[in-house]
């Protein structure tokens, strides 16, 4: 069982920046694809940015070059930085284990871009 803890949502204005973190409880991280998807009121889930183990990323059209994924084995945490944020950026900001093919979702993170 892999647990996954959000952090670091929050209030921000348009142009802003905001980093968001994901910890994850197991003695397998490095093995595990981290992902980190995104959900708008009345929207289905979208995938954001995608690390597999050995560090290759993904990401949505609408978020490249504005966000990067990162992770750090040692602390068991995965990364999304933020930057230049759009009032469409606004959503629920789940993270998500893959292992051997199992999904392990955290509970998620509010991000709300306004000014």
């Known amino acids: 069982q892999v647990q996954l803890v959000e952090s670091g949502g929050g209030l921000v204005q348009p142009g802003g920046s905001l980093r968001l973190s994901c910890a994850a409880s197991?003695?397998?991280?490095?093995?595990?694809?981290m992902s980190w998807y995104r959900q708008a009121p009345g929207m289905q889930r979208e995938l954001v940015a995608v690390m597999v183990s050995g560090g290759s990323t993904n990401y949505a059209d609408s978020v490249k070059g504005r966000f990067t994924i990162s992770r750090d084995n040692a602390k068991n945490t995965v990364f999304l930085q933020m930057n230049s944020l759009r009032p469409e950026d606004t959503a629920v900001y789940y993270c998500?284990?893959?292992?051997?093919?199992?999904?392990?979702w955290g509970q998620g993170t509010q991000v709300t871009v306004s000014s």
């Open positions: 998500k284990a893959l292992l051997v093919g199992r999904p392990y």
């Open positions: 197991g003695n397998f991280f490095s093995r595990y694809t």
